[in-house]
């Protein structure tokens, strides 16, 4: 195999683990999940080129973090749809934080792991109904007025219950990693 | 305001810059960068972790199987799989894309120069033959433009891009086999057998595709925002048997390509307006769909009724470089 092809392996390894945390900041700061996708596929395309060029690249996921955020910016500049596009100081000194945030959950042994662990055991924890209505709005992606209609209930109730489940799944992840953390 | 607010209105957009401050300044401290941290992740991971998931065989494991098939080559052939998500509802109106052109075009230069190929056989891209209706539904062979409602035009004014004809998107439609899904883009789609071109390929070389497409929205007076788009998805198997999974068969796709662009029509429009979509080709691909979109945008209240928005001049076009240097230079 060429150093070539064998860098790009490992890179695709770090990606691949690393990608959960990668998936969240792309996520949480472009707030749309297609669009997250397509950049989350340029990180990589921008990765493998570099590596290809045979560019060292000290801190992969650092690095994937920096290219993702020019991705975004150059997203919300094009789209110019979110009322704080406006404020870009403001804007721009958030996802500086946003970054350390990240930067921080890289020093933390099995971050991203642990957290998808509880996950996992919460979403299992949930009567079948509200996984239904979980999986309508996040696997299905469904709009709310069809969910409403799905389930026979009005739409700012459905709003309000998966507002609520959300709400307890988070509380449920940190429950479930604090009786951890207390147990070792 | 407490973080999980801000963060909330941060999440439904609806955070004021000076909310935003003040979310920034929590963030200095550790407690409140976990609390965006673990929402975030939550966010993004939840689809995964639901029973549809499994169901659309969207689960870790599956994603890991897909990666581990690919044979580590050429870092550019493994783009595909990083679309492990499911873009369903990409057809029904999803972001993105001119950043995605610019980013490849980015790459270019300093991948060296690609060769361009023929067009390939895109049948009709300039709308110029077959008849004026464009039949309903999703394709059930190559070759052939079908979609919701939209018309072929002889049109004077608005002159075409190129021709005597025009694609004329008249009325919005649900996604094929997704019964009470909302109507929010008016889609066509073509399937381009991509079998007879990998003689084209160089051994051991790289292969792009790019798809263009001229739109033009003719509304007079500025009206409400809407999205043209171009997509180009890749497959294995046979094109025939992708209708009867759509739009599911998305999960399936080896690779994407997308490129929208805004328009309120009015004075501003600017005329006709070139997109274009690149997507890397691996080696597994039989077949290409090719989508032309136009919609509404995501979360738009306005009716999805088009009439004065137009479609021409639609390639497909294949890119090729030969691994070796030498190669390219010669060219």
């Keep these: 195999m060429s150093t070539e092809s064998h860098a790009i392996q490992q890179a695709a390894a770090e990606f691949i683990r690393d990608r959960h945390l990668l998936g969240a900041f792309v996520t949480g700061l472009l707030r749309d999940v297609h669009a997250a996708e397509d950049v989350l596929q340029e990180v990589w395309v921008l990765l493998a080129a570099e590596l290809e060029k045979g560019t060292g690249i000290e801190n992969q996921a650092a690095w994937c973090r920096g290219v993702a955020r020019n991705l975004i910016r150059?997203?919300?500049?094009?789209?110019?749809?979110?009322?704080?596009?406006?404020?870009?100081?403001?804007?721009?000194?958030?996802?500086?934080?946003?970054?350390?945030?990240?930067?921080?959950?890289?020093?933390?042994?099995?971050?991203?792991?642990?957290?998808?662990a509880a996950l996992d055991e919460c979403v299992a924890s949930l009567p079948d109904r509200s996984r239904r209505l979980l999986s309508l709005k996040y696997t299905q992606r469904a709009a709310m007025d069809r969910i409403a209609e799905e389930t026979g209930q009005s739409f700012e109730a459905v709003k309000k219950v998966l507002i609520r489940l959300r709400a307890a799944l988070l509380e449920c992840v940190r429950r479930k990693l604090s009786q951890e953390e207390w147990n070792t | 305001m407490t973080t999980d607010e801000l963060l909330q209105r941060w999440s439904g957009g609806s955070i004021t810059a000076d909310e935003l401050r003040e979310l920034t300044a929590k963030l200095a401290k550790p407690e409140h960068q976990s609390a965006l941290l673990d929402d975030w992740l939550l966010e993004s991971s939840l689809p995964d972790r639901l029973p549809g998931a499994a169901v659309a065989g969207l689960q870790e494991s599956a994603m890991n199987r897909r990666i581990e098939r690919i044979a580590p080559v050429r870092a550019k052939q493994w783009a595909g799989w990083l679309s492990w998500r499911p873009l369903t509802a990409a057809a029904a109106g999803i972001v993105l894309g001119i950043f995605c052109t610019s980013v490849l075009f980015a790459i270019s230069p300093m991948r060296k120069a690609m060769k361009f190929n023929n067009v390939l056989t895109l049948l009709d891209g300039g709308f110029e033959s077959g008849p004026a209706k464009v039949p309903a539904g999703f394709p059930r062979r190559t070759g052939l433009w079908?979609?919701?409602?939209?018309?072929?035009?002889?049109?004077?004014?608005?002159?075409?891009?190129?021709?005597?004809?025009?694609?004329?998107?008249?009325?919005?439609?649900?996604?094929?086999?997704?019964?009470?899904?909302?109507?929010?883009?008016c889609d066509l789609y073509q399937l381009v057998d991509l079998r007879p071109l990998r003689a084209q390929i160089p051994p051991q070389g790289e292969a792009m595709l790019k798809l263009s497409a001229d739109f033009l929205d003719a509304r007079p007076q500025t009206g409400p925002q809407l999205q043209?788009?171009?997509?180009?998805?890749?497959f294995a198997g046979s094109p025939e048997d992708l209708h009867a999974i759509w739009p599911t068969g998305l999960d399936e796709n080896l690779g994407s390509g997308f490129g929208e662009l805004l328009s309120h029509g009015g004075p501003g429009a600017n005329g006709w307006r070139k997109l274009a979509a690149h997507c890397v080709l691996p080696a597994q691909a039989d077949f290409a769909l090719v989508r032309i979109i136009c919609q509404t945008p995501k979360g738009s209240r306005a009716p999805a009724v088009f009439g004065q928005q137009f479609a021409d001049n639609i390639l497909l076009q294949l890119r090729t470089q030969p691994l070796e240097p030498d190669s390219v230079v010669a060219q």
């Design chain 2, 146 to 185: 079908t979609g919701d409602d939209s018309e072929r035009v002889t049109s004077k004014t608005p002159k075409p891009s190129e021709g005597s004809r025009v694609l004329r998107f008249i009325k919005a439609g649900a996604e094929p086999n997704e019964i009470g899904g909302s109507a929010t883009g």
């Design chain 2, 228 to 234: 043209f788009v171009c997509r180009i998805n890749l």
């Design chain 1, 74 to 116: 150059r997203h919300w500049e094009k789209r110019q749809t979110a009322k704080v596009v406006a404020d870009s100081e403001a804007l721009e000194a958030f996802t500086d934080r946003v970054e350390q945030c990240f930067a921080w959950a890289d020093t933390q042994e099995h971050f991203a792991t642990a957290r998808l």
